[in-house]
């Protein structure tokens, strides 16, 4: 009898989709009680994850305190970009980035949607703010 086993995720990898999911939450906090509930437990139209790359950058031991930051870009009218930035607070370093594309779906009828107006406008809105923040820390 032959098993295969596949590899546990990096732990990062976990702390990212924990990450993501703690951004929806606090996003569904902005929305009405439908569209939250809808997309916090993945029915009607909502966010589904369709690739996620990570850049490793530096080794994480324990114990370690990691921040995990997202930003919303590149807007399409059926998926965006999510890019994270784990930040070790002992190493005072980012040790981790990744790029992910979310797609927006409908639970309903298992296909690739178009964005509902309120929590796509929501989306559009973080992400410009990112954006501007992100242009400041260049200058």
């Known amino acids: 009898m032959t098993h295969i086993f596949a590899p546990a995720p ?49 080794p994480v031991v324990y114990p370690d305190t990691l921040l995990v930051s997202h930003r ?31 797609v927006w779906y409908d639970y309903d009828t298992l296909k690739k949607c178009e964005a509902p107006t309120d929590i796509g406008n929501l989306v559009q809105e973080r992400a410009a703010l990112c954006a501007e923040a992100h242009q400041q820390q260049r200058r």
């Open 10 to 58: 990096p732990f990062e990898v976990r702390f990212i989709e924990s990450g993501r999911m703690k951004y929806f939450s606090e996003l569904a906090k902005s929305l009405s009680p439908e569209s939250a509930k809808n997309m916090l437990e993945g029915k009607g139209k909502s966010i589904i994850l369709k690739k996620i790359a990570v850049n490793f950058k530096r």
């Open 72 to 102: 919303p870009h590149s807007l399409e009218p059926t998926r965006f970009h999510l890019s994270t930035s784990l930040y070790s607070f002992s190493q005072q370093a980012e040790v981790a980035s990744s790029d992910s594309i979310c």
